[in-house]
C-alpha cells in the first residue's frame, strides 16, 4: 500500500512538475538574478574596493568575509613581489603604528616591535627594495600638515601607499573638549586639499577610528568615548570627502576597520588598541586593496578588474552568437513552414484534415539548437565566474557544514529506492547510484572547504580513486565482452569525456590540466584500451576457447603494472614524456606538469585494480561461481557471511586509519596501495546480499548519470574563483543562496549532460570514411587552437 501511494505520488509530481519545467525556471531565476545585480552594481557603484574597505562580516572567529568579493591571504614571496621597489608610509598614532607593524610582519614576520614608541621608525626589505615607515604624527595638526606637504613637491619622491589617520590624542590631551573638536576640523581642512594632490598619483587611504572599549580604558583614557570618535569620524569623511567640488574624492576612507573593531575591541588588553588578530586583518585588506590588481591572485576578487577577452575568446563569443543568430532563422523558417502546412478543416464534416508527413528533424537544427543552448550556458559560466557581475565569497569551513548536508542526501537517497532490472554484481544502476552519492559528498567537500580537515581529506580520496576504479572496471568488461575496439569507440568516449572541458579551456581561458580529473580519465581510458588493443587482441570469446589467453591477459597486466610503477618512480621520465609539445600544451600547469604527475601518482594503481577485479569477476561469472539471481547472496552462506564481515572489518579499520591521519604528505604516500581495500570492501557488503544487490537508490543514480557534467561545472556556477570561493546569487541569506545556485547548477549539468549526448551522435557518425573527415577537421580546429594560444602566450609575456 505504501509503494503504491509512493508510486502515485511520484507520478503526480512528474505530471506537474518535470526537468523540463525545471530547467525553464531556473532560466527565469538567472535572468531576474542578473538583472537584480545589474541594478544592484549601478546603483551602488561596481568598485569591489569600496566594498572591501568598508563593509564585511565575520565568518568565524578570526575570518573576515569582505561584501561581495573574496580577500587573499598574501604568502611574504607574493606580498616582496607586489611591493619591489615600492614605499609605502604610515603616519599618525599609536594605532596607525599597530597597523605599520602588522603590514611589515607579512613582508618579515621576524620584524619585533621594538624601539621608542614616540617616534619614527623605518623598516626596508634590500631583497625586494621594499621600503616601509612609521611616522610618529599622534594629532591632526601642523606638524602632520609640513610632513604631508613636503610629499606633494615634485622635487620630492612621493610614497606609493600613503596610510594616515589621527584622532584619539587630540581628544585625550584636551579632554575631550568641543574646542579641539573644531580645531581638528579647521587641520583637516587644511590638510585635505594636499591628500587629495597625493591621491592623483599615489595611494592615499584615511584610516577612521575604531571605537574603543569604555570597562577597559585607563583613567587618562576615559575621556576617549565611543560617541567622541564618532563624532570626529563624522567630521573627516565630511571633510575629505568634500575636498573635491565636482567629482569624487580620490582620498580612499579605510573605515572596514570600525566593522572589524566592534566585534573583537572586547579582547583588546587596554581597551584602545586592537588584538593582534584584528590588526592582522586590517593589514591584509591593505595588502589586498593594494596588490590585487597587480598579482591578479585567483581568490582575491577584491579589488580586481574584469580580464580582458583574449583573441580565443572573441572568436569563441563570435561563433556562439553567430550560432544563436543562425538557430533563430532557422527556427522562424521553420514555423512558417508548418503554419502553411497546418492541417485545415474540412467544411462538410467539420473535421481537421491530418497532415500524414511528419518531418523528422534534421541533424543541422538538432547541431544548431545545441550550439544555440551551449552558447548561451557559457554567457551564464562567464557571468558567473570572469564578469563580476555576481558576487563571490571564501570558503569556511565548520563540521556542521559538512555532516548535516551529507546526512541530509544520504536520508533522501535511502527514500527514493527501487528494484533493479538486474541483479548482477555492479549493474548499471547499481554504478549510477555508486557515481552520484560519491559525486554529491565531493561536491559538499568543495563548497564546505572541508579540505582543510584532514581526516574528512583522505575519505574524498578514497572516493575519487573509486571513482577511477570504476572507470577501469567498466571500460575492462567492455572491451573484454564485446571486443570492439573499433576507431567509433574511442571516438565517442573521448568526445564525451572531453567536450564541455575543451569549450570551457575556450571560454574560461584555462589549460586543460586545469580540470585535471577529465585529463587523469582521458589518460587512464587511453591505457586500458591500448593495453587491451595491442597485439595479441585477447577478448572473452577467444580465452573462453583455451585458459591460455586468460594467462596471456594477466602478463598483458603484469606488463601494464610494471610500466606504472617505473613512471611513479621516475619522475623525470614522467616529466619528459608529458613535457613534449603538443601534450605539454594539454598537461602543464603554470610551467611545468608538477601538478599532472602528482595527480596522476596519486591514484596511480587504482585503475589496475579495477581492470584486475573486472577480469576475476567475469571469470568467476562465466564458471558460474557466483550466484546472482535476486534475493541470493553472492556465494553460499558460510562464505558470504565470512566475506562480509571481513569487509566490514577493513572497511572500518581503513575508516578509522584515514580519521586518525596526522600527516598529509605521508598518508598521500600510503594511499595508492591502501585505497583498495575500503573500495574492495564497499563492493563486496553492496553486492554479497541478494537483497542489496536487488534495489538502488533512484536519486543517487539520477546524479550519477551526469556526474562528470556536475564535477566540471561546479568549477565556476556553483563555486566560484575556479573553486577557491562561492558563488553568491542571493547576498545576505546564505541557505537560500545555497538551494538557488545549486537548483540552477544542476539543471545546467543536466542540460550540458543532453547537449553532449545529442552533438556526440551528429560529429561522430558509426561511418568510418565520414568519421576520418570529422577527425580530420577536429585536429586542423585544434592545430588552429594550439597556433592561437602559441600567439597568445607569447603576448602576455
Not at 600638515?145 to 590631551?173: F, L, M, R
Not at 608538477?594 to 573486472?614: I, N, S, T
Request: aromatic share 14%; hydrophobic share 45%; with cysteine.
Amino acid at each position: 500500500m505504501a509503494a503504491l501511494a509512493y508510486n502515485l505520488g511520484k507520478r503526480e509530481i512528474n505530471h506537474y512538475f518535470s526537468v523540463r519545467s525545471a530547467k525553464v525556471l531556473a532560466l527565469v531565476a538567472v535572468l531576474l538574478l542578473a538583472a537584480c545585480h545589474l541594478a544592484s552594481r549601478r546603483y551602488r557603484g561596481n568598485d569591489s574596493c569600496e566594498y572591501l574597505l568598508s563593509s564585511g562580516r565575520f565568518l568565524g572567529e578570526k575570518v573576515w568575509q569582505p561584501h561581495s568579493c573574496m580577500m587573499h591571504k598574501y604568502k611574504i614571496s607574493e606580498a616582496k613581489n607586489c611591493l619591489v621597489d615600492k614605499h609605502i608610509a604610515f603616519i599618525g598614532d599609536s594605532r596607525i603604528r599597530q597597523l605599520f607593524y602588522s603590514f611589515v610582519k607579512i613582508i618579515n614576520p621576524q620584524f619585533k616591535e621594538e624601539g621608542n614608541k614616540h617616534e619614527n621608525i623605518p623598516f626596508e626589505d634590500k631583497t625586494a627594495s621594499v621600503k616601509v615607515d612609521f611616522l610618529w604624527h599622534p594629532e591632526v595638526n601642523g606638524s602632520m600638515k609640513q610632513c604631508i606637504k613636503v610629499w606633494t613637491e615634485d622635487s620630492i619622491a612621493k610614497p606609493h601607499v600613503i596610510v594616515a589617520g589621527a584622532a584619539t590624542w587630540s581628544i585625550k590631551i584636551h579632554n575631550g573638549s568641543s574646542e579641539a573638536l573644531s580645531q581638528y576640523k579647521m587641520n583637516i581642512t587644511s590638510i585635505a586639499p594636499l591628500l587629495e594632490k597625493l591621491a592623483k598619483t599615489s595611494d592615499v587611504y584615511w584610516v577612521l577610528q575604531d571605537p574603543v572599549y569604555e570597562d577597559l580604558l585607563s583613567e587618562n583614557r576615559k575621556m576617549i568615548t565611543n560617541e567622541k570618535i564618532d563624532a570626529y569620524n563624522e567630521a573627516a569623511v565630511s571633510i575629505l570627502n568634500s575636498s573635491t567640488r565636482n567629482s569624487k574624492s580620490n582620498v580612499k576612507m579605510f573605515s572596514v576597520s570600525k566593522l572589524i573593531a566592534q566585534e573583537t575591541i572586547m579582547e583588546s588588553l587596554d581597551g584602545l588598541h586592537l588584538p593582534e588578530s584584528s590588526r592582522e586583518t586590517n593589514a591584509m585588506i591593505l595588502m589586498n586593496v593594494y596588490c590585487n590588481k597587480i598579482l591578479k591572485p585567483v581568490d582575491g576578487s577584491c579589488c580586481q578588474p574584469r580580464p580582458p577577452l583574449t583573441l580565443i575568446q572573441k572568436l569563441a563569443a563570435c561563433f556562439f552568437t553567430l550560432s544563436i543568430i543562425g538557430y533563430l532563422i532557422f527556427y522562424i523558417i521553420h514555423r512558417n513552414a508548418h503554419r502553411k502546412n497546418k492541417p485545415c478543416t474540412d467544411l462538410e464534416s467539420g473535421e481537421e484534415k491530418k497532415n500524414i508527413i511528419n518531418t523528422p528533424v534534421s541533424s543541422l537544427e538538432i547541431l544548431l539548437q545545441s550550439f544555440c543552448k551551449l552558447g548561451l550556458i557559457m554567457a551564464y559560466f562567464y557571468m558567473c565566474d570572469r564578469a563580476n557581475l555576481f558576487m563571490k565569497e571564501n570558503k569556511f569551513y565548520t563540521h556542521s557544514s559538512f555532516f548535516i548536508p551529507i546526512i541530509y542526501i544520504l536520508v533522501l537517497g535511502v527514500f527514493y529506492n527501487e528494484n533493479t532490472k538486474e541483479t548482477k554484481v555492479l549493474n548499471r544502476e547499481q554504478t549510477d547510484e555508486w557515481k552520484g552519492w560519491m559525486q554529491l559528498v565531493i561536491l559538499i567537500y568543495h563548497i564546505s572547504g572541508a579540505s582543510t580537515f584532514l581526516p574528512v581529506y583522505m575519505h574524498i580520496r578514497v572516493l575519487v580513486a573509486a571513482y577511477l576504479f570504476q572507470t577501469g572496471y567498466g571500460h575492462f568488461s567492455y572491451f573484454w565482452i564485446k571486443g570492439d575496439f573499433g576507431i567509433h569507440r574511442v571516438c565517442q568516449v573521448l568526445f564525451r569525456l572531453n567536450f564541455l572541458v575543451v569549450v570551457l579551456c575556450i571560454v574560461m581561458d584555462r589549460p586543460y590540466q586545469f580540470y585535471y580529473f577529465v585529463p587523469l580519465v582521458t589518460v587512464w581510458f587511453m591505457v586500458i584500451y591500448v593495453t587491451l588493443a595491442l597485439w595479441p587482441q585477447i577478448i572473452q570469446k577467444k580465452a573462453n576457447g583455451n585458459c591460455f589467453w586468460h594467462f596471456g591477459l594477466l602478463l598483458k597486466l603484469g606488463f601494464l603494472l610494471l610500466f606504472i610503477c617505473f613512471l611513479a618512480y621516475s619522475q623525470g621520465a614522467f616529466e619528459k614524456i608529458f613535457s613534449l609539445w603538443p601534450l605539454s600544451k594539454c598537461f602543464e600547469l603554470k610551467g611545468n606538469v608538477y601538478e599532472w604527475w602528482f595527480r596522476w601518482r596519486l591514484d596511480r594503481y587504482v585503475v589496475f585494480h579495477g581492470m584486475l577485479f573486472a577480469f576475476i569477476y567475469l571469470a568467476l561469472q562465466k564458471r558460474q561461481i557466483l550466484s546472482e539471481g535476486k534475493g541470493e547472496p553472492l556465494f553460499s552462506n558460510k562464505i558470504s557471511n565470512f566475506l562480509l564481515f571481513i569487509s566490514v572489518v577493513s572497511f572500518l579499520t581503513y575508516s578509522i586509519w584515514a580519521s586518525s591521519c596526522k600527516n598529509k604528505a605521508e598518508c598521500n604516500e600510503l594511499h595508492p596501495s591502501v585505497s583498495v581495500v575500503q573500495i574492495l570492501a564497499f563492493i563486496l557488503i553492496r553486492n554479497i546480499p541478494g537483497y542489496a544487490r536487488s534495489v538502488y537508490s533512484s536519486f543517487f543514480a539520477w546524479f550519477g548519470k551526469i556526474s562528470l557534467e556536475l564535477f566540471i561545472c561546479q568549477y565556476h556556477i556553483w563555486l566560484a574563483a575556479d573553486t577557491r570561493g562561492i558563488l553568491v546569487l542571493i547576498p545576505g541569506n546564505p541557505m537560500l543562496n545555497i538551494i538557488v545556485s545549486t537548483f540552477i547548477f544542476v539543471c545546467v549539468a543536466h542540460e550540458i549532460s543532453q547537449i553532449t549526448n545529442d552533438l556526440a551522435q551528429i560529429i561522430i557518425p558509426k561511418d568510418n570514411s565520414s568519421l576520418l573527415k570529422r577527425l580530420a577537421c577536429i585536429a586542423a580546429f585544434f592545430c588552429g587552437l594550439l597556433i592561437l594560444s602559441s600567439i597568445q602566450d607569447k603576448s602576455k609575456h
